[in-house]
């Protein structure tokens, strides 16, 4: 998988993204607001891997569009959230002002508010899609997104800030922060291509996978990394006392623990005849990201 | 409709809302802080109106729980992030500390996420509803707490803030700051109980109104009202220069404006032949609340 085809699709994913939100906001600030974190620089790997997992199984037209919106909202209003004052109180976020230095905290509070409740306005008002697959992918993402899934996360990821954690505990949190929301985009792509319910929790499982290996790759730049790649300062884990993997295991063991995810993923690939799919590639790169 | 009804109904409601809320969360922090929110004396107006509403319509079963549960919800969590301190600021409500306050702002901004997320996973996972009926109330409920609902009340509030406005800005913003979710619970319990298309958008007209009495009632009882039966300071609006109906129109003028809205509510539920229900006496009892 290459470079040119990830932007690509990303250009198309943007258009759709910003088509949504003008739909559903009024001019003003609080749309200028959602528009600026929803254009500020995403990989949107999460609706990549919604469409690359669907492509994978099915020849299909593509009836993921809005569920992918809708995960990249969830996804932008949780870093917009988690970047304010009373959370990690961050000024930057790839390279440019976070929401609430570039706005204000009020709006940025209410800007995370509105694409939080429009992730689900997207999917309920989808005339592609029957009402059986909207309330599936609602109660998926909700559940992916909420007190049992990534707000508890966030929620331990403050708990522990500033405290010794062992690699369990790191791996819940980042299986709630990150996995659960990865997880959704390959529930989510597997059902809608109309695979069957045993293979959707071999997807899942291989999402949460796929979301610890991003988050090991994550700690593994932030030792090992290009600061003019990755847009960011390398080492500020370390300046910032946070657990991470190369911390608690070094990072010879970081890497080991991260093949230890790729070969499991691997596995629940070839179970799902998915081992030669674009979604397989994706995984690859994903997994090696410089950035 | 007398206060014992009332209070009867507010604690079969209080019940259900915190068994939904033990469903969605784990132990912990978290559960604690959502759980305060919801249980700080809340009236419930909003799913009782969705009860009487239904109950005004047919003779069936109860089927609104969840979206009562999910409207409530959604109520509370704007309650928890307007009064953060980038907000509204606000260290007390109904006689107890904000959620802010109890816990701590990282914890009540999450809470509020959690609650949002929670209200859309409630009504999606009810098995008493339809997938239909689930993706109608999810439209509405989120189109009516999003940015061209609620939310952007939230935001012209804060705009306005400390500025003149007029009786038609003030409408507006309180038609979506209130009204909305006021509407929707009267769509909801029609819709629910099998009212026709032209009929749900009679309903939603009134709930407007409704919002609009309930709000300059709120206004009315910052001048004239008692404060040990509010539970909270009279005069705060004039304190916090907010703008009111009084202050625009006088209080004789206020109380003629909210007369207006009560012929339209008089007239919508004659239209519905809902005259003599009990929705028509609790929106009676509503518009001349005391606290």
Chains 1, 2 share one sequence.
């Not at 070839?270 to 997994?287: F, H, R, V």
């Amino acid at each position: 998988m290459d470079q040119q085809y990830i932007l690509e699709q990303k250009a198309w994913i943007d258009k759709e993204i910003y088509k949504g939100i003008e739909q559903a906001t009024s001019e003003g600030r609080l749309r200028d607001s959602i528009l600026y974190s929803m254009r500020a620089g995403g990989k949107r790997l999460r609706p990549l891997l919604m469409k690359n997992t669907f492509d994978s199984f099915t020849k299909k037209n593509a009836s993921y569009i809005s569920a992918a919106i809708a995960l990249e909202m969830i996804h932008t209003y949780s870093l917009i959230h988690d970047d304010l004052p009373a959370m990690d109180d961050d000024d930057t976020r790839r390279g440019m002002k976070t929401n609430h230095r570039e706005f204000d905290e009020a709006t940025a509070i209410l800007a995370g508010d509105s694409l939080l409740t429009m992730s689900f306005e997207t999917i309920s008002s989808d005339e592609n899609l029957s009402s059986e697959e909207k309330v599936f992918l609602i109660k998926e993402l909700s559940r992916a997104a909420g007190p049992r899934g990534m707000v508890s996360g966030q929620m331990w990821d403050m708990e522990y800030e500033n405290q010794e954690t062992d690699v369990d505990t790191l791996k819940t949190i980042h299986l709630n922060k990150t996995g659960r929301l990865i997880a959704f985009s390959m529930v989510a792509g597997g059902y809608l291509a109309g695979v069957g319910a045993k293979k959707i929790e071999k997807l899942r499982r291989a999402g949460e996978a796929v979301g610890l290996i991003f988050q090991i790759q994550d700690d593994i730049l932030d030792v090992t990394g290009d600061k003019d790649k990755l847009g960011k300062p390398v080492g500020s884990d370390e300046t910032n006392e946070k657990s991470t993997y190369p911390k608690l295991m070094g990072l010879e063991g970081a890497k080991q623990e991260k093949r230890k995810y790729e070969e499991e993923v691997d596995s629940l690939l070839k179970d799902l005849q998915a081992e030669n799919t674009p979604l397989a590639e994706l995984i690859a790169y994903m997994s090696q990201r410089e950035y």
